[in-house]
C-alpha cells in the first residue's frame, strides 16, 4: 500500500528559537521519550549474515532527492546528518523527540536565541569509499541540494545567505550562513531569526552528509557513499538493492552499528506477491503493508510473525478554499458531516483510527476534540450545501489511480458528495504525478485525498507547512487547502516563537491542541478521517519481538534472526 | 482470388456459388438468400447468435433491473450501509478498525470485506454481492456491459464506416491518394492497438478532446469509441483495399466506365456492393476486438473512467481482492468470455455462409 509515501514538500516550517535544543536536553520533552517500540530479545545485538527483504518501490535512492518512506527506511542505516533522532528513545505513540548528536561530536552550542549554531565534528571518520569526512561536506551538501533542485531546499530557508541559492538553486555557490573550517572540524549555522525545529530539520536526510566529490545531480547506482553504518553498494530502480556494511564505520554512541552483514532486497508493489515472497521463506522482511482482504486469514496463520504500529500520519481530504464552492464554510462543514469515518477506516482494511483532529494522537500536544465535531449525517450536510448556496455545482474530485485504497476513498467522497447536491467529477492520478499535479495552483484542484506523515516530530510540521497562509505556493505546494485565516496564522507564528523554556510546556501543548481544534471545527479548514495503522511481517527465520519501529518505519539493520 | 499477404479472401459469383449449394435448385436465387440459407443450417452459429442477443438484452435492460430488483444506482457507493438477509441486519462491507493499547500495541479488527453473493436471499439486493465500495455488483454488471457493448458495436462501426470509406479512394484512384492512404495505414498499423489504445486514451482522459467545433468531455464515453475507431482503422481498410483493388480491374468497371459512370458512382454502385459481405463479416470480427481492447484499456485506467462501470474497469477493481473475493473479477471475465467467443463464432459461421471459400480475418 502506497500510504507510506511522504509527499513533496517545497517550504520548511519555519518557527521559533532553539526548541529542538531543549527538546534534546529534556529527552524528549513532555511527552517524549517513552521507551522503545521493540520488545526486548536475548537475540538483539547477534550479528548474522544477511537479511533478504521485499520492499516497495521508490522515487530515489540519493539523499538528496528522495523525499519517500521506502528510501527513508533504509537511508537511517547509511546516511547520516550531524545530529540524528536517538533510535533507542523512538516510541510508538511517542514519537523520536530525543536528538542525539550523530557526525557531530556533541549537541550545538548556540546563543541565547539559537540562530548562532557551532557544532564540531568527530575525528577520524571517514566515509564508506575512504573519503575523511570534512566539515565542507556538510556545507557542499546543502549546496548539492539546492543545485538538485531537492523537494527539502526550503527546509533551509532559514539559513543566512540561501535567499540567492533559494531564487537560482541550480547556480547555488555558497551559503554565507554556513561558516565551516575544515582543519578544526567546526561548523557554524547562523539563522536569520529564531527557528525552534532546526535541529529536527538536520536529523532530515537531507541535511545528510555525503562527499563533496558527490556529483551534483540524481546519484543512483550505486548511491553517494555512506557515513552510517551501512552503505548502498548497488540499486537497481523499482527492481533490487543491496545493502552491505560500511568498512570505515567506527562506532558512534547511539547509533546502533546493525545485525546483519547485509541487506538484499527485492523492490515490488504487488502487495499479494510480496506478503508470498516471505510466506513462502524466500525473504525474510515484508516492507509492504499486508493486503487487507487476506490480514485476517494471515494473521491467524502467522500471529506474532506480524506486526501492527501506529504511524504519524493523518489520512484527510483537502478542500480548496481559493474555489467555490470550498471558500464558504458551510460547503467545508458539509463535507465532514458528509463522510462516514469508520467507513473510510473500513476502506482501509480496518488499518486505522477514526479521527477528527489534524494533528495525530501520538504528539504530546494532541487533545481529542470532543464532543465529536461532524458526525455523520448526511441530512446536516444537505442543508449546509443549500445554505451554502452551491448547490448542483459541479466539483471536481481528486485521487490516487494506481493505490486501491486511496482510489476508493476518492472514489466514496465522490459519492457522498454526489449524494447531498453536487456534481462530482472524478479525476484519478497516477500517485508519481498526482501531488505535483493538485499542488499546482493552475490545476485548481478543488477537492481529493491526501496524508501526511511527520517528518520530524513537532506539530509546526503539520500547522505551518500545511495550515499557514504564508506557506501557499503556486507549484509544490503542501497546503492543498489554500488555509488562509489571519488569526490562525498569527497563532502558528507565536506559538513557534516562543521561547525554547516553553516550548512543551503544558500551556503551550494546549494552545497547539486549541489551535487543532480551531482550524477543523471552526473553519473546517480539511476533513481528517484517520490515523493510519501499516504491518511489518516476517518469516519464521526471523525474531519479531526485537524489531524496531522507529516512529516511522523498522529498522531492518537492528532486526535479528532466532 | 487476391491474397494481399495479410488476408485471403475470394469473390464468388452466383453461379459459383450455386454451383456448390446443388445447382439447378438454386437457380434464380440471390448471393443474400443463399448465404441465409447456409447460416439457418449452422446451428452452433445460431446459438451464438442467440447466446450474444441475450447478454446485448440484458445489458440493454440494465435500468430494469435497477429499479426493480436491486434498488440501487450502478456507481451509488453504499459503503457504510446495510441490507436485511433472512431478518437480520447485515453490513454490507464488514465493519474494522484498530485498538490502541499499552506499550504501543495495536488491535486490527480487518474490514471492508463485501458482501458476497446473496443468490435472492436479501431479495434483489446484491444478488451478485457488493463490490468494495458497496456498490452492486449485478447492476454494474449490467451497466458495465451496456458500456462495453456500446463502446463496442459504436467504434466497429466507425472504423467500419472510415475504412470502406479510406479504402474505396485509395484503391479506386491510385496513385497519390492511395500512397498517402496506404502510409496512414501503415502508421497506425506500427503500433502495437492496445499500446497506441493507452497512449491516446490517457492522454484524452485527461482534459477530453478540445479542438476546433469539437468538444468531448474527458469522463464521455465517446472518448474510448474514438480512440478504438481509430486505432482499428488499418484492420479494416487494408484487407478492404486490396479488394477493391483486385475488383477495380474486373469487366463490369470497365463496362460502367464506359457507359459513362462517374467516379463515385461506380464506386458506390459497383464496388460497394461486391465487397458488401467481406464487410459484414469484417465487422462482427472487429465488434469483438474493439470489445476486448475496450476492456484492455478500461482495465489499465485508459478506457471508461470510473465511478462509471465497464467489464474492464470491474476486473481492475477486483484484482486486488481476488483472493478473498473472486467474483468480483470474474463475472465481468465470464461475460467478456460469452460475449467474445460468441460474436466470434458467429462471425464464422456468418463468413462460411456469405463465402464458403473466404478466409477474411482480422490480422494483429
Redesign the interface.
Known sequence: MRTKRVRSVAVAAVVAAGLALVVSACGGGGGGGGGSSSTSSSSQGKTFSQIKVVWGTTDYMDPGLSYRLESWQIFQDVYLGLVAKNPQTCGVGVGCTKIIPAIAEALPKSNSDGTDLKFTLRKGLKFSNGEPIKASDFKNSIIRDFKLNSPGIGFFSNIAGSEACEGNPSKCSDISGIIVDDKAGTVEIKLTKPQSDFLYILTTFFAAIVPSSTPDKDTENPPPPADGPYYISQYKPSRSFTVVRNPNWQSIPGIPDGNPDKITAIMTNDLAQSAQYVQSGQYDYDENTLPTDRLKQLQQKYGEQIKLWRTPSTYYFFMNQRTPPFDKLEARQAVNYAINRQTLVDLRGGLGVPTWNFLPPTYPQYKKITPTPYPYDLQKAKQLVQQSGTAGMTVGVYTISDDDIDKKQGEYLASQLDKIGWKTKLHELAGANYFVIVGNQKTKAQIGFTDWFEDYPYPTDWFDVLQNGKNIHEQHNNNNSNVNFKDTNAEIDRLGHLPPSQAFTDSTNAAWAALDKKLMVQYASEAPFLNGVITSFFSSRMDPNCDIFTDLFDDVAQMCVK | MATTGQEEFTLDTAAELAAEEGGSKIEGKSPWTLAARRLRRNYLALAFLGLFILVLVACLLAPVYSTHVSHVHP???N??GSITVHGKKVPV????????GA??S????????PIGPQWGASGGEYFFGAD??GRDVGTRLLYGGRNSLMIGLSSAAITTVISILLALIAAYFGGAPDWIISRFFDLIWAFPVILLGIALGTALSINGFNHGPIHIG??SLWIPIAVIAFVFIPYIGRPLRGQVLALRNREFVEAATAQGAGSLRIMLTELLPNIASSVLVLFTLIVANAILTEVGLSFL?AGV???HPSWGTMIADGQ??????PWLSLLPGIMITITVISLNVFGDGLRDALDPRAKVRIEH
Open positions: 456507481d451509488d457507493a459503503a457504510g462491507l464488514s465493519q474494522g478498525g484498530s485498538k490502541f506499550g504501543g495495536v488491535t486490527v479488527t480487518v474490514g471492508g470485506i468494495g465500495l474527458a469522463g485506467g473512467q470510473p465511478p486486488d481482492v481476488l483472493a478473498s473475493d
